[in-house]
């Protein structure tokens, strides 16, 4: 069988994926740290595993159980990050390079229909997440918290990014 044609999925997307995973766990331990973790900075997190979850459940042509902007508690939301990472990665391994082209028929959350390609999907689901994560950063540090860096390159050189402080502090 010729390489592109096996369930090997992706290999880009499977970095990709591996980062998420790494990513919301590294926001996660960030919010565990402070003694109060800021109320706005836990929503947009179970945010973005809410997301993470309704598209993962729209590739699948199923029913998502969770919302796109559930309210979980800390420990819910660890759950959901594992449940998510886990099957993301069981459905990329099992795509082959042309079944990433499927399109899926989809309704968004404000009822439009939509019809969009699974490679898509799935790259929706890791670039959504930076983005949030960014905000969550922002507000955990806000509320004297230290986040922690989830830059793709700190992943991959598995050490930070190098840091400066922003001007006026």
Request: glycine share 8%; net charge negative; charged share 20%.
């Amino acid at each position: 069988m010729p390489i592109d044609q096996s369930p090997r999925g992706d290999r880009q997307l499977s970095k990709l994926l591996d980062h998420l995973e790494w990513a919301d766990a590294r926001v996660l331990d960030s919010l565990r740290a402070m003694p109060h973790p800021d109320a706005r900075a836990l929503e947009l997190y179970a945010h973005v595993l809410g997301a993470e979850h309704t598209w993962l459940s729209r590739m699948l042509e199923r029913a998502p159980r969770v919302t796109v902007w559930p309210q979980l508690t800390i420990d819910e939301a660890a759950a959901l990050g594992v449940e998510n990472a886990g099957a993301l990665r069981m459905l990329l391994e099992s795509l082959t390079a042309e079944q990433l082209q499927r399109k899926v028929a989809y309704t968004n959350s404000a009822g439009l229909a939509f019809e969009s390609t699974v490679e898509d999907m799935l790259l929706q689901v890791v670039l959504h997440g930076c983005y949030h994560r960014g905000q969550v950063a922002l507000l955990v540090r806000g509320a004297g918290g230290e986040p922690s860096p989830t830059d793709y390159i700190a992943f991959v050189r598995g050490v930070p990014a190098a840091v400066t402080v922003p001007p006026g502090r």
